[in-house]
Structure formats: structure tokens, C-alpha cells
């Protein structure tokens, strides 16, 4: 069923669209990420961190908030990331209002409906 509207002339094209559409309609506010992680040699992770570390200066240089810190005494990986994201939903109503009337959406709808049986 799902296969039959993938196939529809025109359908992946308006999926890209509504991805745009909705991705415009998003704003990131905030974004944080902190994660902590180890290896079951502490030497490994001393290699990994300081590789990792002129990387995240560079992150943070740009803006971004990134915290990482290496756990000699233990291994694994632990981490949190918040973020705060900004949406219209007015305009969000539109662009799946434009995409679910398109005609190739509704001849991929119609091309589904006669396959599932």
C-alpha cells in the first residue's frame, strides 16, 4: 500500500517541499548538549578526549553548547541534550494543508486505496 503512493509521479517531490515548509516554520532557540563518556582503559579515553577537545572548542566558538568530560574511573556513555524549539502553528496547518491537497498526494492516496486490497 505504502509502496503504491511512493511510486506516484510527483509525491517524493512534495515530501521534500513540506519537509522544507515545516523545517522553515521551526526555529532552534536553544540547544545543549552534555554527555560524559570513558573506555575500559583510561588511556583510551585521554586519546579520544583530546582528540575531541580542540573539536568542541571549536563548537563553542561558534556558538553551540556543547559540554563533554571523560570518565577515567569508569566505562560508558552518558548524556543529556535539551533543546527549545520555536513553531508557528498556523503556518504549519498551511503547509500540510498545501501538501495534502496537492494532486499528487491525492492520486497517491487514490493509488493506496486500490492497492490494500
Same mark, same amino acid.
Given at each position: ?51 575531541? &577537545? ?20 569508569? &566505562? ?27 494532486? &499528487? ?5 487514490? &493509488? ?6
Amino acid at each position: 500500500m505504502g509502496i503504491a503512493a511512493l511510486r506516484t509521479r510527483g509525491v517524493p517531490r512534495r515530501v521534500g517541499r513540506l519537509a522544507l515548509a515545516l523545517l522553515r516554520q521551526a526555529k532552534l532557540e536553544e540547544f545543549h548538549v552534555r554527555t560524559a563518556f570513558g573506555f575500559d582503559n583510561p588511556a583510551d579515553t585521554g586519546i579520544v578526549y583530546g582528540l575531541l &577537545s580542540p573539536l568542541l572548542m571549536f563548537a563553542t566558538a561558534r556558538g553551540l553548547n556543547l559540554e563533554c568530560r571523560p570518565m577515567f574511573e569508569e &566505562s560508558g556513555l552518558r548524556g543529556a541534550i535539551t533543546a527549545t524549539v520555536h513553531v508557528r502553528p498556523l503556518s504549519v496547518v498551511g503547509a500540510l494543508a498545501a501538501f495534502v491537497s496537492s494532486p &499528487s498526494v491525492i492520486r497517491a492516496a487514490g &493509488s493506496a486505496w486500490r492497492a490494500r486490497k
